[in-house]
Structure formats: structure tokens, C-alpha cells
């Protein structure tokens, strides 16, 4: 039969949106996490909406033996890398953890891997590795200058791959999200950090009344409103993301790189005023200081992708509606 897909990370936020689309189309998935920041309900939850059951193995990539073992038991051709800490100031403050958790742990997997005979590999990478863009919207060409340790973890792992990509018949594919956000429609998946420092989920819980206020971090930037501007990507058209690129080294692309994002921007005041109109609620908002590191504007140049067939399909408004399903909702 087909092989099968190994995703790390498969427990998180991101990784589990991707099983359903595997499992969906028809692919055989094995999963494994570490459950540092992945919940295995998640897991039972895409069974659950799937209707089928999903191998899973709770093991840490930095694992090799153990990472050979299941590459050999399920007959694993190809992997997606989301297994990784994401904490933008979490990384400020312990660089050394992001370097051992996700360069180290990431170089011992892509090796054990690579010695398994794994031929595909698809990276979860970030925007954050164009540091403070000098132009966008940001083509993929654009130089890569981190300016935390989060960033500057993923441009090490796209440089690892370049070089192991040279000795072993492998292939990869980095994919550079922009701001994922949303969720399955379901209400039954979503993001769940803690503490939470995204934009939309912190909304959202001001909306529910779970947190007092929102707090605008900036109102004087260089934008029209003068908040911050991102590209928000929905996570299904992220998960489609995978699917094309999977698809796309399987029919013998070159190793590439693709930023993913809708190319669309929003500033912070404007998802505020969705949220709004999506919840039938008031937000409390209290405008404040800039958080540093902030770039004022993250918009992706998105065209490569869409050249391999891939565009997004959702806008702000089904990011924020989604989110609400499954933060207003039975999800928790
Ligand atoms: N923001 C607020 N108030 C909050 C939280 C966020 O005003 O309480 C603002 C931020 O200042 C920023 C925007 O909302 O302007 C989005 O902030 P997020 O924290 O949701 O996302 P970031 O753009 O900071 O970070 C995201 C990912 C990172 C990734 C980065 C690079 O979470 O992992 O994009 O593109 F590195």
C-alpha cells in the first residue's frame, strides 16, 4: 500500500488540522508527540470526526532509536516536521531551550530519518525568520535575518536539510507561515496555549468575559490605524498547504521553500472589530505600549506557492467565526 506519513508534533494545534486532511485523503498517518504543549485528546478528537483510528506514539523526536523503529514498523516514506517550541518571547528568554529543543532534537530526527531511508521531508518553518522585513510584501527571496532565537531555530533546520539533502536521497519542502489562526468548523479542534499570547484567542476570550480586556500592544505605528499588521492564515488552507507540497515532491519538485499566507494584511484594531461582529459582543480594549520585537507589518508575497496549485480559501472572517466555534464552544 501507500506509505505512510509520520507527523510530529500531530497532537498540536497546527499538526492535528494536518492529520484530518491526511487521514481525509486517504493517506496512512502515524502521529507521534511528546505532549509538552500537545494534548493525545486532540488526537482521539480526529478519530472522533474521521472515523478512523490513527496510530499514535507519545515519543520525542530527539529520540532516534525510537523515531528508526516507528519509520520501519509503519512503512514511513515521508514526515511533517511540527513538533517544536513556538514562543516568539519564551525564546528570548531561554534560548538555549529552543536551540536544544528544536535545532538539536530536530538534527537528531532529520538524521534518523534520513538513515531510515525517509525521502520527504516537509518543515514547519515561520515568518519569523525575515526578522524586521526591509520591503513587503515578503518574497521567499527576501534575506533571513532573525531577530529571536524562535526564528533563528527554524533558519538553522531549512540549512540542515540543504546540506543533508547533498549525501541521502531525500527531499524537503520549508513552509514559512505567516500568522496561522482558526480552526476546523467542527468547533471540535482549535488552538489551546498557556498561557496564550496569540491575538485572535486572546480576543476571544475577552469576548467570553474569561479575560478582562484586550491590551492593543502599539497604536503608533506606521500603518493606517497605526496597530500592527499581519497575515492571518487560516489553518485549513494551512493544511492544504502540506497536502500540495507533499503532493508536489512526490511528483519530483526540487527541494523548495514557500512562505504561507493570503498576501492580505490586518491590523490588530480591525480583528478586534471582526471579532466583534462575528460574537454579536463587545471586546474591552485598552490601548497600550508596544511589545517589543514586534515588526510593523508581516504580509506574505505568496505567489510561489500558488504556482504548485495551492491558494487560500478562507479570509478573516472564517478564521475569526471558526475560532469562536471552538472557543465558545463543546470543543473544551
Ligand atoms: N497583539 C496585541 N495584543 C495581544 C496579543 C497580540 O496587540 O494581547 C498584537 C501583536 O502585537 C501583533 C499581533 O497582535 O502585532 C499578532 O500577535 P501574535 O502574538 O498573535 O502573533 P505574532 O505576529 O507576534 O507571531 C506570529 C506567530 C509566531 C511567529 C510570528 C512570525 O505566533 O510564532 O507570527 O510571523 F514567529
Not at 509503519?74 to 514526515?79: I, L, M, N, S, T
Not at 525564546?91 to 531511508?117: D, T, W
Not at 532573525?146 to 533558519?155: F, L
Not at 549525501?167 to 482558526?182: D, E, I
Request: glycine share 12%; charged share 25%; with cysteine.
Amino acid at each position: 500500500g501507500m506509505d505512510a506519513v509520520l507527523v510530529s508534533g500531530g497532537a498540536g494545534y497546527i499538526g492535528s488540522h494536518v492529520v484530518k486532511r491526511l487521514v481525509e485523503a486517504g493517506r496512512p498517518v502515524v502521529v507521534m508527540d511528546n505532549e509538552s504543549t500537545g494534548h493525545r485528546e486532540t488526537v482521539r478528537a480526529v478519530e472522533a470526526l474521521t472515523g478512523r483510528e490513527i496510530p499514535y506514539i507519545p515519543g520525542d523526536v530527539g529520540d532516534g532509536d525510537g523515531v528508526r523503529r516507528i519509520v520501519e514498523e509503519y512503512r514511513v516514506g515521508a514526515v511533517m516536521h511540527f513538533a517544536a517550541k513556538s514562543v516568539v518571547a519564551e525564546s528570548v528568554r531561554h534560548p538555549e531551550v529552543y536551540f536544544s529543543e528544536n535545532v538539536a532534537k530536530g538534527i537528531a530526527f532529520f538524521q534518523a530519518l534520513c538513515e531510515a531511508g525517509v525521502s520527504r521531508i516537509v518543515l514547519s518553518s515561520t515568518a519569523a525568520v525575515y526578522g524586521n522585513p526591509e520591503r513587503v510584501p515578503i518574497p521567499e527571496e527576501h534575506p533571513v535575518r532573525p531577530i529571536n532565537p524562535y526564528g533563528a531555530s527554524k533558519v538553522m533546520l531549512e540549512q540542515v536539510l540543504g546540506w543533508l539533502e547533498t549525501t541521502f536521497p531525500m527531499r524537503w519542502v520549508a513552509l514559512r507561515y505567516f500568522n496561522a489562526a482558526g480552526a476546523d468548523p467542527s468547533g471540535r479542534l482549535g488552538e489551546r496555549h498557556d498561557p496564550e499570547t496569540h491575538l485572535i484567542p486572546i480576543v476571544l476570550e475577552a469576548a467570553l468575559g474569561r479575560r478582562e480586556r484586550v491590551t492593543v500592544f502599539g497604536t503608533d505605528y506606521d500603518t493606517p490605524d497605526g496597530t500592527c499588521i499581519r497575515d492571518y492564515i487560516h489553518v485549513l488552507d494551512l493544511a492544504d498547504a502540506h497536502l500540495e507540497a507533499l503532493a508536489a515532491l512526490e511528483d519530483g519538485h526540487p527541494s523548495a521553500i514557500f512562505n504561507v499566507g493570503t498576501g492580505l494584511g490586518h491590523s490588530v484594531l480591525e480583528v478586534i472589530r471582526m471579532a466583534e461582529e462575528v460574537c454579536g459582543r463587545t471586546v474591552p480594549v485598552e490601548l497600550g505600549a508596544r511589545r517589543p520585537g514586534d515588526p510593523p507589518v508581516l504580509v506574505a508575497d505568496g505567489g510561489r506557492l500558488r504556482e504548485i496549485g495551492w491558494q487560500p480559501r478562507y479570509g478573516l472572517w472564517e478564521i475569526v467565526a471558526s475560532a469562536w466555534a471552538w472557543h465558545s464552544g463543546e470543543g473544551r
